[in-house]
């Protein structure tokens, strides 16, 4: 019989990515860095400064899918492929008779979960 520890199995449910990459912006390439807190459990994700957490879109075995929308002119496809740490992220929206877009690729690594803070709202309960 194998026995986890509480700690091992919520290093497995809940923790953060810190994804490092390329933003694509008006011809223009960026470095950039992002951090999501993850929560399998709750299914829950924030980013950055986390002032919004947020529910996940999908989870399946072999991604995170963090949002994947297409409404309101605005399409937003933003994900992490599990076995790869691949992470990218696609916004596009249509403003007059032009598009514009955002993509990010780039990698993430996993760390400790450093949780949601008690000052963060929650998608949907206001």
Sequence with gaps: MVAFSSVAVQGLLAFNLICTGQTTFKGEV???????????KSGRFCEQDCKLIKPLARVISTELVFEDRDAD???????????TGTYF???????????????????????????????AKVKGQD
Excluded at 96 to 113: L, V
Aim: charge should be positive; aromatic fraction near 14%; include cysteine.
């Design 73 to 83: 002119g605005v399409f937003w496809n933003m994900r992490y492929i599990r076995e």
């Design 89 to 119: 992220s696609e916004v596009r929206m249509q403003v007059g008779s032009s598009e514009i877009a955002r993509w990010d690729a780039g990698s993430c690594k996993r760390g400790a979960f450093t949780g949601f803070p008690a000052t």
């Design 30 to 40: 960026h470095p950039f860095l992002n951090v999501i807190r993850v929560d399998l």
